[in-house]
């Protein structure tokens, strides 16, 4: 894998097989180029852990020929991982001012800002690199000022969408640059990397304009305040709730750290509008006629700690949910939150307010006719879907089929697949490192099989310490045993039950050595054994045992 | 609360506020009937624990009242916590001979089917008990045999609607006993209880034989093998499945354990048909033309120890996914389940299935035209919405409130509340002791709040157990300090770490000892304090520290 001379290879390490992480690396010649470096959270059984970035290893390998990181958006799917990846492999980050003004927050939470090197781009800019050229185009999405890049090789050009939808009214009045994508279109696309995120939902996603009009109607009718939630990067709703404000008099207030940053950055960028009087300090709410009010909040997820759930069980500083009350959730719970979110909801209800929760959202990727209309404009003689599970992978490739794309061509890869593109034919040619690192605080990748499994095992039955001292010239107990039990019963209420364990392991260490026997691995195996045996015939549970064998 | 003279009380002891555990308590002067005994399924903080049940504490106190349980039909969530309900209070248990046949089963695994005594109702039978009778009436629902009760009371009439549609093309060709609802709602109903489950949701659900049409037309077109999975007790689906097959000349053959019992009980009771060649064994799947095969499997929830997740996997020992396999999952997954659901269904594309996982379900539960109906028909005095979270509860009030229910006569109850019924007229009258039962293995309630914070802790950062020996005589350190750490770090990755960590307790130690602190509950305090920011500060982790400091 060392040499790629007069070959073009697509490599994601991201985004395949799963949603999040997304991270595509494209290489010809000596050049490399990355697009995107994102985060995604824990699956339900990476107890502990916080974040999950892609395996660079790769990169890491090949630092020398790596030349820049292009980024399509701001989401931290797409840039969460960044600083992981600056950390060792200091490039050029390229990408659009908004996506900029987001990325360099980040990289001040982690003291990168003053090494990085950021550079903007926008729908006009072509960057020379090696024997790339990289174009941005303009798509529409839940955020701002999001691009998908056509990058010109020598073996063609390949079209990466990043996440994107067609929305013919968008808020900013920015249309996806259809024009370019059917140009090139009609000059010949290598290869498309495709968004399969909604490739499940048939027909089309509807326009943020749709929201607009619900969240008007829902200010203009709310008797009293009404707190609406959606995600913090979601500008252009947020730009819709503070319109409607706007024209019904109310003023607005932001609570939730990322939503304060978030509004912060993209009004000093101009991403963001409101008038002068518009925003009013959090301090204030209470100061004001409800009727005369809106405020913008986090926690549009239900998560733990965010500013609405604070509100919804009566923990936030500032805001109290009173009868009268209107919460608005503008948003679908993401897969896995739905728990949090319902129970959200239950107690926003149980406060009094009026909650409204469906109907108030529209989602930022293109559903099945919208990824046909890419297909179509494009025309590719290769198809990648990317940024999906498998089986949206698999049901976006069965669209390109319907829409003539050979089946041959389709690649649907795995992290770390090389697809190679040379002399305008493609194979999968081989793999290289890919996967999975998890980080824990500030553990990158410390963090193993061995160490879940155990967290796993101990998040089930708990786990009891067993301390015995032995006498070193009789090997007689000098004391204990003493059992410690921790996340394995009520202790005040199985006080029987260890009694016996203690009995049980005092016998059973008796009787070895009684017998001769003084190895402590053959002790604590014995103890180990006897116990778990006696524990899960008296209880059906597990947990696990740490026999600690002194001597004196 | 001892008394209860001529006053009608109901009491919801589970779900209400909550999915799950249904259980209501009716009690007349000397007398009280048990509607339903659920379990439901862990929250997903209550780690470790296999079963949640109602708090029957209340039960328990007033054993001597409690004539008998009725059973509207057989679902855990309606007859899972019998066995715990019958181990404290043996009482007749009355319901229809399908549910009985389910009891039957469950008893039997506990131990408990000599002692139960179990009366079979039908739809015609009037159950006296003290001032009560009770009638049941038929209504739809996933599993055959599925009642209501008309609870007849010296205050009046209570119709307790349990799990239930209106279904005009039902499976069995029984639909419900709408005419019954109707002479009763003309005669006067003092109070409905009614299922909440899809409250939110508009419209009517669709009639089974919706289901049954998509069942035939995907066996119709499926050139090899389908497998077909759905809820285990949902007989209805599995006989379309089975006539189906039927039509069609294929075989069918069952794998999963739950499957396999609950198809035995209904056939044997009559409550599924098949003809006598039809079903073959599991041993014979391979021995057929794929073309002529059916399989039901478990699984259709995503399971991980389900039969269908283990072909998914490639870990089942009789049935191995191959292209060609039309593989159903006729279901939709239940909250909570949808990544499960999500990965067995990868897994099964990925085996190079053609995998169908949407539109091959009906809800069991009636929609909001269906709740209006059962409203309608009934036209009760007072409401009490039931089986459902507090939003349902919600929505379905605000359903009847639309249907001329006054609003000051709609009980929203929590659990435990107490609605009495005196003189024609309700109120809120007290609460009694109600709540969460947690099961882990054979422990029914040993595991609290305690126990589950530390495996919350446990399963988040791990165990540190820091073993040291000081000398009787001196109190200086014998031998350690050793640090043992299960779910923290991977040991050999962070050597250095850990070395550190031992130098510091040692230091901490040996200055305390230098202080002349010799009291142990100081030394450990120290010890842990010291560690867990020393830890903190290196790994942003907080480890639970088991300082255990012997003496010699």
């Avoid at 319109?243 to 509004?263: F, L, P, Q, T, W």
């Avoid at 590719?380 to 992978?393: A, D, I, N, S, T």
């Avoid at 006498?471 to 199985?494: N, W």
């Avoid at 103890?527 to 008296?538: A, I, M, P």
Wanted: without cysteine; aromatic residues 6%; glycine residues 10%.
């Amino acid at each position: 894998m060392a040499k790629n001379r007069s070959r073009l290879s697509i490599i994601p390490l991201g985004g395949v097989g799963e949603i999040g992480k997304n991270m595509t690396l494209y290489w010809y010649g000596n050049d490399m180029i990355i697009v995107d470096a994102g985060l995604k959270f824990p699956d339900e059984d990476m107890l502990g852990i916080d974040i999950v970035i892609p395996d660079i290893t790769f990169l890491v390998e090949n630092r020398d020929k790596i030349r820049g990181i292009f980024l399509t958006h701001g989401h931290e799917d797409h840039i969460g991982g960044l600083p992981y990846v600056l950390r060792e492999i200091n490039v050029p980050v390229y990408s659009t001012r908004l996506t900029l003004g987001l990325v360099e927050h980040k990289l001040r939470e982690h003291g990168l800002n003053d090494s990085a090197k950021l550079i903007a781009i926008d729908g006009n800019s072509n960057i020379q690199i090696g024997d790339f050229t990289i174009s941005a185009f303009y798509v529409n999405h839940s955020i701002p000022d999001t691009v998908g890049f056509a990058i010109e090789t020598p073996e063609g050009v390949v079209i990466h969408t990043g996440d994107f939808k067609f929305d013919q009214t968008p808020v900013d009045g920015r249309q996806a640059d259809v024009h370019k994508l059917a140009a090139w279109g009609a000059k010949g696309v290598l290869a498309l990397v495709g968004d399969s995120t909604n490739a499940e939902r048939p027909g089309y996603t509807p326009s943020e304009l749709s929201v607009g009009a619900k969240i008007d109607e829902i200010i203009a009718q709310a008797p009293g305040r009404v707190i609406m939630s959606t995600f913090a990067s979601n500008i252009h709703r947020l730009q819709l709730m503070i319109r409607a404000a706007e024209k019904y008099g109310r003023r607005v207030a932001v609570v939730g750290r990322s939503m304060v940053n978030n509004i912060q950055t993209s009004l000093q960028l101009g991403y963001l509008e409101a008038m002068p009087e518009t925003l009013i300090d959090a301090d204030d709410v209470n100061k004001l006629d409800p009727s005369k009010l809106v405020i913008l909040s986090t926690g549009s997820q239900g998560e733990p700690m965010s500013a609405l759930t604070r509100m919804a069980r009566a923990a936030h500083r500032k805001i109290e949910i009173v009868p009268g009350d209107t919460v608005v959730l503008a948003s679908s719970p993401i897969p896995g939150n739905e728990k949090y979110v319902a129970r959200t909801i239950d107690q926003l209800f149980r406060a009094g307010a009026n909650v409204i929760y469906r109907g108030v959202h529209a989602s930022g990727h293109g559903s099945q006719e919208e990824l046909k209309w890419m297909l179509q404009l494009v025309r590719p003689k290769y198809f990648l879907p990317v940024h999906g599970e498998f089986r949206m992978q698999r049901t976006h490739a069965d669209l390109a089929i319907q829409l003539g794309v050979d089946p041959d061509h389709i690649f649907i890869t795995e992290l770390g697949d090389v697809v190679e593109f040379e002399d305008g034919r493609a194979r999968l040619g081989g793999k290289v490192p890919a996967g999975t690192v998890m980080i824990d605080g500030l553990g990158v990748g410390d963090v193993g099989n061995i160490v879940l499994r155990d967290r796993k095992l101990l998040s089930q039955d708990g786990i009891l310490v067993v301390v015995v001292t032995l006498s070193k010239a009789t090997g007689h107990i000098l004391s204990g045993p003493d059992i410690i039990s921790r996340g394995f019963v009520y202790v005040r209420e199985s006080e029987a039950l260890l009694d016996e364990a203690n009995k049980l392991v005092e016998t059973t260490l008796a009787k070895l050595v009684s017998d001769n026997v003084s190895e402590w691995s053959s002790l604590k195996t014995a103890v180990r054994d006897t116990l778990g045996r006696y524990l899960f015939e008296q209880t059906r549970r597990r947990p696990m045992i740490l026999p600690i064998i002194m001597e004196a």
